[in-house]
């Protein structure tokens, strides 16, 4: 006897719904996704590989200013012979984020899933209509995002004062860009920005940028932006927006204003949880309108499973695919572990990258993990020397004893490729010792991470710096 294939309908196609999609297919089921944007998501189209593309650009340009210390020479007198063409630039990054997308809606639908392009919205829990269609489902899963904050009483209005997802239809690089918000976004936009040659003002109503990440990291961070000539603000909280002519004026609390060409605000994402039914369907929300969900995606409502930035559990990619495929796999009968989040390395595209994965230094010094910690200065590495690097480090945290690898934080260009081997060694219950007896190669940055591993049962909870 054959089983009936379980119906399993999903409301956003971004990576927590499409990827969910495509373990469902796997499983046998009979999947709808409805998404009115595009699969991929927001993550695809507007956010993530929209501005990894620019940062790409962002990052040749600072290693192109590092030439002359190379021996090479990149101007034609006082005149740079490199420049940026923003028409390019954007239509390159748009052009990248269509082509990923269909990637993804061919991958999707060659799986088998039904795809429908509308707007849709919970009508109990088992249906979800679009377009006049109503999917009946077994299983449902809602994953509709979030989408930028703004201020109070501000109205980006996509000419000079924007969000994160109005940039690319700027026919102009800004001239001078003041961003809002130091946090993960702001400084990435505000470090690439910078270096694509506008003058960079950024506002932070914290002692210092990226508040809620490594200090040592974020120390670093800013030392560079103020290097490189960026005007940064702090404990300064921007209040109000205003246009003027072709100018920008932000106001700040205490009267003080900036004036620029362009204003960006990056001061959070709000759930995309209001007008789909979710209430009426039983799913419970949040203070803050984020759905609430266990470690295996389920919400309040039997047969209701949610992942990505619309549960804010952590608003990244891989989490938000990741609770999908667990959703599913719950849903569906496999066996699935509950996500752990402390095992989830994230990366800031700041220039250099700050890239971090397991405990905290924050936590250590919280006193709530015992840990040995390490950190190497990135300067003494051969490498770096040769590529002319001298900002960054790799710090190890390491349990006293066992050397058990708890966590790191690696700053340093590329990071987010350097960060794996504490990844893996997180996941895989690797000691130091153990990370310390692999070969890394001659010269290389990631030499630092297997000296690091030495260093790290040597000296105890010493820092080196
Ligand atoms: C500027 C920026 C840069 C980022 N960079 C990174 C990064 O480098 N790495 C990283 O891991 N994360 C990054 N993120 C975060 C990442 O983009 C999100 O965590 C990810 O997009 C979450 O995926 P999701 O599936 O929850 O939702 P989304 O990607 O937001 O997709 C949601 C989809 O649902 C659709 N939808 C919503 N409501 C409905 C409805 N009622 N009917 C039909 N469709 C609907 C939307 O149209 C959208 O297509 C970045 C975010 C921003 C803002």
Redesign the pocket.
């Known amino acids: 006897m054959t089983l009936p294939r379980p119906n399993v309908a999903i409301?956003?196609?971004?990576?927590?719904?499409y990827e969910a999609a495509l373990v469902a297919a796997q499983l046998g089921a009979d999947v709808t996704v409805?998404?009115?944007?595009?699969l991929g998501?927001?993550?695809v189209?507007t956010?993530?590989v929209p501005?990894?593309t620019l940062i790409e650009s962002s990052s040749t340009m600072t290693s192109l200013g590092r030439s002359a210390s190379l021996g090479l020479q990149l101007a034609n007198g006082d005149n740079p012979v490199v420049g940026v063409d923003a028409p390019a630039l954007n239509a390159r990054i748009k052009a990248l984020a269509a082509a990923q997308s269909n990637d993804i809606v061919e991958h999707v639908a060659a799986e088998g899933v039904r795809i429908i392009q509308?707007?849709?919205?919970l009508t109990g829990p088992h249906a979800i209509e679009?377009d006049g269609v109503t999917v009946g489902a077994d299983v449902v899963l809602l994953?509709?995002?979030?989408t930028?904050r703004a201020l109070p009483d501000v109205v980006p209005d996509g000419e000079r004062i924007l969000t994160?997802r109005q940039l690319y239809d700027l026919a102009e690089l800004p001239e001078e860009l003041i961003v809002v918000g130091s946090g993960v976004?702001g400084a990435?936009f505000a470090s690439a920005y910078q270096a694509l040659g506008s003058q960079v003002t950024l506002v932070s109503s914290r002692e210092r940028v990226l508040p809620h990440e490594d200090k040592d990291a974020a120390v670093v961070i800013e030392g560079v932006f103020r290097r490189r000539g960026m005007n940064v603000l702090s404990k300064s909280r921007a209040e109000a927006v205003h246009r003027k002519g072709d100018s920008v004026v932000v106001t700040l609390a205490g009267g003080r204003q900036v004036s620029g060409t362009h204003c960006l605000l990056t001061v959070g994402?709000a759930p995309?949880t209001k007008g789909?039914g979710l209430l009426e369907a039983g799913v419970n929300l949040d203070s803050r309108g984020f759905i609430e969900v266990d470690r295996v995606s389920r919400t309040s409502a039997a047969g209701v499973y949610a992942?990505?930035?619309?549960t804010g559990v952590l608003?990244?990619?891989?989490?938000?695919a990741m609770q999908g495929r667990i959703a599913m796999w719950h849903a569906l009968g496999e066996a699935v572990q509950p996500i752990r989040l402390s095992h989830v390395a994230?990366?800031i595209?700041t220039d250099p990258e700050i890239a971090s994965v397991g405990v905290s230094q924050a936590a250590v010094d919280r006193g709530e993990v015992p840990a040995r910690v390490v950190k190497l200065p990135l300067a003494t590495n051969p490498r770096a020397k040769m590529g002319g690097i001298r900002d960054g480090f790799v710090k190890i945290f390491a349990r006293p004893g066992t050397g058990l690898v708890l966590g790191g934080v690696v700053v340093a260009p590329r990071a987010s490729e350097l960060i794996l081997p504490l990844s893996i060694a997180i996941e895989q219950n690797l000691s130091v010792d153990q990370i310390a007896h692999t070969f890394s190669v001659y010269p290389s940055l990631s030499g630092s991470v297997t000296e690091a591993a030495r260093t790290v049962m040597e000296f105890g909870t010493d820092t080196i710096a």
């Open positions: 409301l956003g196609g971004g990576p927590g719904g409805v998404d009115e944007d595009g998501g927001s993550c189209l956010d993530c501005s990894k509308a707007r849709g919205r679009a994953a509709t995002g979030a930028p994160c976004t990435e994402m995309c789909v992942a990505g930035d619309c608003m990244l990619a891989s989490v938000a994230s990366t595209f």
